[in-house]
């Protein structure tokens, strides 16, 4: 499992390891301490968390801003719940990038 979250230091989006209790941030260096960080979504690969963290730059580009709301990172964590509910239904439909791309536009 990994979880998306933000550098406080430059706020750019990376990943870690669950279980891991700091993260250096790719961009600037800063050792982010997990307990503090503001987690945006726990998911079970990496792949789909650069996916994610993707999907989160380019829509807050467009979107002309720097974060998330508080209600847009529930509603995220709630739309990655359903999808991956239906993933296990459907294990097919867990390889289509573009449903992960609709939760983050929504």
Do not use: H
Not at 15 to 23: F, G, H, I, T
Request: a negative charge; hydrophobic letters at 35%; glycine letters at 2%.
């Amino acid at each position: 499992m990994y979880l998306i979250l933000k550098c406080p230091g430059c706020s750019t989006f990376t990943y870690v390891d669950k279980y891991s209790p700091q993260r250096l941030c790719p961009q600037c260096g800063e050792i982010i301490d997990v307990a503090d960080a503001t987690i945006y979504l726990e998911v079970a690969d990496y792949r789909l968390a650069e996916s994610i963290i993707a999907e989160l730059k380019k829509y807050l580009t467009a979107q002309k801003r720097k974060d998330l709301t508080d209600e847009e990172r529930e509603q995220i964590r709630k739309e990655y719940a359903e999808w991956m509910k239906q993933a296990l239904i459907n294990p097919e439909k867990a390889n289509d990038s573009n449903d992960m791309s609709k939760i983050i536009e929504s």
